[in-house]
């Protein structure tokens, strides 16, 4: 996370020293701040995994799987826990057939 946010700011100070397009260094430099922030803070957990998150040293949540929102700086994923996978056995049903 901090090497993205020290490579967000080098690239602004180098188009800044561009005169053409010195007027675009802080708006690039917002949206690429913001981008980092949602890349950081968006989780997807695969099926059949469980992630647990601290929130600043502490148990704070168990991530489901699916699309998950954590906050930068504040939250870490401190555990990656994957659920056996179920053998597929068939099961038998009674047959439901009329004798009639």
Sequence with gaps: MLARIIGVVIATFIIGSFEVVRPY??????VALAAVFVIEGVRVVP????WIVERLGKF?????PGLNVIIPF???VACRRTWPSRSASPRTTPSLRSTA
């Design 47 to 50: 099926q059949q995994n469980a």
């Design 25 to 30: 260094a802080i708006p690039f430099f917002v």
């Design 74 to 76: 504040v939250d870490r």
């Design 60 to 64: 704070h949540q168990v991530l489901e």
